[in-house]
């Protein structure tokens, strides 16, 4: 199966600050990775699709990008919604699997 | 505006079988566009996809629990159901439904239920 790395494990930032979290992929997944964002107590909620493509209500702070096996996702202004945990998947092969996750706290 | 509710019991004693079940609220099951998976998520293996299925009851097992695992739907009762066999503490998590597309990434999200594995 495909591993995903996320990195940073936990990143410390705050409101107004652009930050980036990289994930990558121990193979070429052709582009087909999701973001997620987590809040404690609270179901993932899915951001992005195909590397780049933002679901329908998901603020234009946020920006995915990358290709074959790096990706990463950028917050250009962090807002205070937006401490949470980020994770991200991959869904090219049968067995989709997920990062361990990024924790975007309050510096 | 869709809904998902996960149920089931909170403690299964080792070795038993854990069996929850999601309704689904606000949408059919029946549509055409989705498929219905289950997602697990612990402190030791993170979030990990389980299963999911479609509604003429075609199903997809993560290999590493295919043996353990059976996803069933119930389409006029609008609700799917998980049966994961053999459980020990390592089935310990939070154990989500969520509507899948097919592309397989997860839209929409149960708020989730923790399972328990203990005697």
């Known amino acids: 199966d495909i591993q995903m790395t996320q990195s940073p494990s936990t990143l410390s930032a705050s409101v107004g600050d652009r930050v980036t979290i990289t994930c990558r992929a121990s193979?070429?997944?052709?582009?087909?990775l999701a973001w997620y964002q987590q809040k404690p107590g609270k179901a993932p909620k899915l951001l992005i699709h195909?590397?780049?493509s933002l679901e329908s209500g998901v603020p234009s702070r946020f920006t995915g990008s990358g290709s074959g096996t790096e990706f990463t996702l950028t917050i250009s202004s962090l807002q205070p919604d937006d401490f949470a945990t980020y994770y991200c998947?991959?869904?090219?092969?049968?067995?989709?699997?997920f990062g361990q996750g990024t924790k975007l706290e309050i510096k | 505006q869709l809904q998902l509710q996960e149920s089931g019991p909170g403690l299964v004693k080792p070795s038993e079988t854990l069996s929850l079940t999601c309704t689904v609220s606000?949408?059919?099951?029946?549509?055409?566009?989705?498929?219905w998976g289950w997602i697990r998520q612990s402190p030791g293996r993170g979030l990990e996809w389980i299963g999911s299925?479609?509604?003429?009851?075609?199903?997809s097992y993560n290999p590493s629990l295919k043996s353990r695992v059976t996803i069933s739907v119930d389409t006029p009762g609008n609700h799917y159901s998980l049966k994961l066999t053999s459980v020990t503490a390592a089935d310990t998590a939070v154990y989500y439904c969520?509507?899948?597309?097919?592309?397989?990434?997860?839209?929409?999200w149960g708020q989730g239920t923790l399972v328990t594995v203990s005697s």
């Open positions: 998947q991959q869904y090219n092969t049968y067995q989709r699997t």
């Open positions: 606000g949408g059919s099951i029946r549509s055409s566009l989705y498929y």
């Open positions: 299925i479609y509604n003429s009851g075609s199903t």
């Open positions: 195909e590397a780049s």
């Open positions: 969520a509507r899948q597309r097919v592309t397989p990434l997860f839209d929409n």
């Open positions: 193979q070429t997944i052709n582009n087909l």
